[in-house]
């Protein structure tokens, strides 16, 4: 896939492939190509540490060399960044940011719900209106910008993303949405794009304006920076913010992160669906303007509710659904191959997280801290194993030099494949 590799050229002179620095990996694919990790755990088996955190949080976590990054809410307006040895899982240094101006968001959204992100010199968070900050490796603060107040009813969730000398955020959702890009050697502006509020369907109790708004990453795909807005996918050229292409379909509430894929005839595609039982949809990369009629492939109006984000290979898309239902889908058509559920008897099998993927190995894990590991097979759901934790969690499994990393409302566990 050589167009979804120009991210991790620009990083590999302080990156290695046994990191994964950034929400979805270095690429935003979810996946790990390594060796040797572990598809089956418990709370007594394959544990390599576990640390107690001081309470709930949804971000997942990042790994840098001998290093885990997360970010943590605490009472009291605390949002903190937290470090932690990846072979003891003891903690190096902690950051920490106060706020405590009115900043609403749900419970079962809590603070600091972005993933750090990482170049190898330093890491940079979001933490919604407390700011965006860097730090070097060893807890040095390098610059802190204040972007303003983010307001919405369900918080945020966007991670920012690091690309050669830039990082760029998603700032929103909210009456205050855009997207921004900063010099992340000392956080100046570069460009700014403000994307317009909106309102979505008037819905049970709910403002239709805490119906609106997009909680997801960017991603840089062929050198663009693609995002999903409510209503649009679009893509931006990095260097100045302008706009290259864009497709309609999307919904009002987009919770997913966009995918780049190839279909089995190596097109390289877009997937972007939305959330809350909204469309979703597959475009093929290029062209100009409006590439709705042109470039769209396929776009189902309504579809199972997703908020975390698939994985592609071989020309299908795996995701899951919020119900707990995999569904294996041909990329080039939408054609639905297979669908079904991934663990009935489970007390929560409610699924926020997104899957990773390494070689044919699918990962994803359910409320109830259980991670199914289920084969990327077009042909029917082929379950490996199901690994329990008993803590409840909506964070995604980080792979990083074979070892599996969870974030739980309780705990960091690292699972790993012991001889």
Known sequence: MAFMRRIWLLTASVLTAADWPAWRGADGSGVFNGTGVPVSWSKT??????????????????????????????????????????????????????????DPTHSTNPHASASPVSDGERVIAWFGSAGLTAWDLNGKELWSRDLGKQRHTWGYASSPVIHGDRVFLHFGPGDRAFLIALDKRDGKTLWQVDVPAGEGIKFNKWDPRDMYGSWSTPLIADGQLIVT?????????PADGKALWSSEGMGDLVYPSPLAARTAKGDPVIVAPSGFQGPSMVVKMGGSGDVTQSHRLWHTPKSKNFIGTGVSKDGYLYWVATTGVAECVQLA???????????????????????????????????????????????????????PVDEATNSSIVIADGDVILRTHSAVWCFSAMK
């Open 333 to 387: 058509t939408g054609e639905v191959l297979w669908s079904a559920r991934l663990s009935p008897d489970v007390k929560d099998g409610t699924v926020w997280s997104s899957v990773v993927m390494n070689g044919d190995n699918l990962y994803i894990t359910n409320k109830s801290g259980q991670t199914i590991v289920y084969k990327a097979n077009p042909k029917a759901l082929e379950v490996v194993s199901i690994n």
């Open 229 to 237: 807005h409510p209503k649009l996918l679009r893509a931006y050229n």
């Open 45 to 102: 088996s394959n544990v390599k540490w576990r640390v107690d955190l001081p309470e709930p949080g949804n971000s997942t976590p990042i790994a840098v060399g001998n290093r885990i990054f997360l970010t943590q809410p605490k009472k009291g307006g605390y949002r903190m960044l937290i470090c932690l040895d990846k072979a003891t899982g003891k903690q190096l240094w902690e950051a920490t940011t106060k706020y405590m101006s009115d």
